[in-house]
């Protein structure tokens, strides 16, 4: 209860002041973009095939080749299963992976390690630590990271046994999760990962494969929608800002929350 309260009270507090920031410096909003469709049709075609590709066969690619055939039973089978199986659920902008619910998902955590993940578009265009990097000063006195997303996380969420990332490429995310699986080869490896759906179909038997569970939430704003898109966004051509629409980014935080009241209760 003690914590409930301290969360809440922070939270207020990180909310209070990202609204004094705004008024005083505003950052770039995304643009609208609620009539674009989250994947081009066409787009879809060998998307999973696309993923594999992109994944395996391009620089770094090795350590997950690697990683399959040294568990042929465990990844490369599990990997093959999912391709013909249907390896994540989609409810509007959450994907369940290897979750059936939120609730299923929060049922999890003790005992798991987690890893929240940021997509690095998420970050405002006026970053002090730039764009296409996992760095994050997080500098509480500026005015830039008071708007920032990904300094409410840091500020609120302190745990040792989660990490918060920023992803700026997919081979990123996938060794975060290998070198997670290595260093707590007991535990099970939870995600909480906000991303654009493309990225979220690409590489869905990537996860089901390694056995990591959890929650994928799509991005709006401007978000890729296309291989080109994504290709560029890869090599961190990426102009627009993607951001949580609706009830996302409360849902986001409740779970931050839910975590640390699980942790502090075990
Ligand atoms: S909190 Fe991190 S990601 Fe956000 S603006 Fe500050 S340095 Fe950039």
Same mark, same amino acid.
């Given at each position: 209860?003690?914590?409930e *309260?301290?969360?809440? @009270?922070?939270?207020?507090?990180? =909310?209070?002041?990202?609204?004094?920031?705004?008024?005083?410096?505003?950052?770039? @909003?995304?643009?609208?973009?609620s009539?674009?469709?989250?994947?081009?049709?066409?787009e879809?075609?060998?998307?999973?095939?696309?993923?594999?590709?992109?994944?395996?066969f391009?620089?770094?690619? &090795?350590?997950? *080749?690697?990683?399959?055939?040294?568990?042929?039973?465990?990844?490369?089978?599990?990997?093959?299963?999912?391709?013909?199986?249907?390896?994540?659920?989609?409810?509007?902008?959450? &994907?369940?992976?290897?979750?059936?619910?939120?609730?299923?998902?929060?049922n999890?955590?003790?005992?798991?390690?987690?890893?929240?993940?940021?997509?690095?578009?998420?970050?405002?265009?006026?970053?002090?630590?730039?764009?296409?990097?996992?760095?994050?000063?997080?500098?509480?006195?500026?005015?830039?990271?008071?708007?920032?997303i990904?300094?409410?996380?840091?500020?609120?969420?302190?745990?040792?046994?989660?990490? #918060?990332?920023?992803?700026?490429?997919?081979?990123? #995310?996938?060794?975060?999760?290998? =070198?997670?699986?290595?260093?707590?080869?007991?535990?099970? *490896?939870?995600?909480? #990962?906000?991303?654009? @759906?493309?990225?979220?179909?690409? &590489?869905?038997?990537?996860?089901?494969?390694?056995?990591?569970?959890?929650?994928?939430?799509?991005?709006?704003?401007?978000?890729?929608?296309?291989?080109?898109?994504?290709?560029?966004?890869?090599?961190?051509i990426?102009?627009?800002?993607?951001?949580?629409?609706?009830?996302?980014?409360t849902?986001?935080?409740?779970?931050?929350q @839910?975590? #640390?009241?699980?942790? &502090?209760?075990?």
């Amino acid at each position: 209860m003690k914590q409930e *309260i301290c969360w809440k @009270e922070s939270e207020a507090c990180w =909310d209070k002041q990202a609204v004094i920031a705004k008024k005083t410096c505003p950052i770039q @909003e995304h643009a609208s973009t609620s009539k674009v469709l989250f994947i081009v049709p066409g787009e879809q075609r060998f998307l999973r095939l696309r993923g594999a590709t992109w994944l395996f066969f391009r620089k770094g690619g &090795f350590r997950f *080749i690697r990683h399959f055939l040294f568990h042929p039973f465990s990844c490369l089978f599990r990997y093959l299963r999912a391709f013909v199986k249907k390896s994540c659920e989609q409810q509007d902008d959450y &994907f369940f992976y290897g979750t059936t619910s939120v609730k299923h998902f929060i049922n999890l955590f003790e005992d798991s390690i987690l890893l929240v993940g940021f997509s690095y578009c998420q970050k405002p265009l006026e970053c002090p630590s730039k764009r296409f990097t996992s760095d994050c000063a997080a500098d509480f006195s500026s005015l830039i990271c008071q708007q920032c997303i990904i300094g409410k996380a840091k500020y609120l969420f302190k745990s040792d046994r989660a990490f #918060i990332t920023i992803i700026p490429t997919v081979k990123d #995310i996938a060794n975060t999760l290998l =070198d997670l699986k290595g260093r707590f080869p007991s535990r099970r *490896i939870l995600f909480l #990962i906000a991303t654009c @759906e493309l990225a979220m179909r690409m &590489f869905a038997e990537f996860a089901a494969a390694l056995g990591v569970q959890g929650i994928g939430i799509r991005l709006h704003g401007r978000f890729c929608n296309t291989q080109t898109a994504f290709k560029l966004s890869e090599r961190g051509i990426k102009p627009g800002r993607t951001s949580f629409e609706g009830d996302a980014e409360t849902q986001f935080f409740s779970l931050l929350q @839910e975590w #640390i009241l699980t942790k &502090f209760q075990t």
